[in-house]
């Protein structure tokens, strides 16, 4: 009974060590929300957005979560014209983006891809609804994804990241200039003129510092070396537009933007990009639904094991007797 007062007090005085009450603070403190629901908290100054490189970039590099944060259910379409021409060769694709976001994370997203020089279509889409995943290929019915690993967030982010594709190709060298009031979706919105800055825009470096690139043994091949090119010496030469946010919240409701991007090649080769963005949210609000697709197939928990593949095709298992006298079952079937 002695030692079990003297170890109980001395377990009361090792509690009241400074570090001890840290840790047991942090382990048993509240979680902190997501960071889309933080950063959707921030006044980015849709009136003054001009003012500002580091807003300009929130705003066209905003997440569809955060979207959906600050905005609630809404939908939005986007069409995007690539035009590339260099070297002899002349290469043009369209994407069609349309995202329906609904409440509580669910959402609607399709992607249609295409070469505008041939008959070449493709496209998937993905669906999340009342917890659950569905997806397809363009041509295909829907089938369910019980095992998510967030492929739906990634994919929701891609069809919507438009504008954040665009910031990206052209450095973030955005300058904006005030054009009045608009209205769109019928929400007030303050529309801007788009043109391309004289050089990048000075921002606070906060991301993660990424380690050296690791060349392959015998260097790049072709494919990577061009890749690298585009990345490290691309230039920006023209972008013209207009961009219209929402009033209260800073979400891009509209956006037309026409731009030319030059890359270089071997020797004194280079290319040109031109790319056309047509965005625009033709609805808000919270009558916005999405539901579970119809005539869904339904994932195996599992392959079919090797002993279903045969009854499939009416071939019969031979019965085997264990040495006790019972049937005994093929291992692919436990």
């Known amino acids: 009974m002695r030692r079990l007062l003297i170890a109980a007090a001395l377990f009361g005085v090792a509690c009241q060590n400074p570090v001890d009450k840290a840790a047991k603070a942090r382990i048993f403190s509240p979680e902190d929300p997501p960071k889309f629901v933080t950063r959707a908290a921030d006044d980015l100054g849709p009136s003054h957005l001009n003012d500002s490189a580091e807003n300009i970039k929130r705003v066209f590099t905003m997440s569809a979560l955060e979207a959906e944060e600050r905005l609630g259910p809404h939908q939005i379409k986007s069409a995007l014209e690539f035009h590339w021409q260099g070297a002899g060769n002349k290469s043009e ?9 609904g409440s509580h994370g669910d959402f609607a997203a399709r992607l249609d891809a295409g070469d505008r020089l041939g008959e070449s279509k493709q496209g998937m889409e993905m669906i999340r609804a009342q ?22 967030d990634r994919y929701e982010q891609e069809v919507y990241d438009v504008l954040g594709t665009l910031y990206e190709l052209f450095d973030g060298r955005i300058a904006l200039s005030p054009e009045g009031e ?27 510092k990424l380690p050296a690139l690791v060349v392959p043994k015998n260097g790049p091949d072709a494919h990577l070396k061009a890749e690298q090119l585009l990345a490290q010496k691309r230039e920006p030469r023209t972008l013209s537009g207009t961009l219209s946010v929402d009033a209260q919240t800073a979400v891009p409701l509209a956006a037309r933007l026409e731009g030319t991007v030059e890359a270089p ?16 949210v ?5 009558d916005l639904v999405v539901a579970v697709p119809k005539d869904v197939v339904t994932d195996a928990d599992r392959p079919q094991s090797i002993a279903a593949a045969l009854e499939r095709f009416d071939l019969p298992r031979a019965a085997t007797k264990t040495d006790g006298g019972a049937d005994a079952e093929d291992d692919d079937d436990k």
């Open 182 to 208: 608009d209205s769109v979706a019928g929400r007030k919105v303050y529309k801007y003129r788009v043109v391309l800055a004289e050089k990048p825009p000075a921002l606070e470096d906060n991301g993660p």
């Open 93 to 101: 694709l369209d994407e069609v983006h349309t995202l329906t976001i």
């Open 282 to 286: 033709p609805k808000v609000g919270t």
């Open 265 to 280: 090649g071997e020797g004194s080769e280079h290319a040109t990009l031109r790319l056309l963005v047509d965005s625009s």
């Open 131 to 152: 917890g659950r995943v569905f997806a397809r290929s363009r041509f295909q019915k829907f089938r369910e994804r019980p095992r998510d690993r967030g492929a739906a």
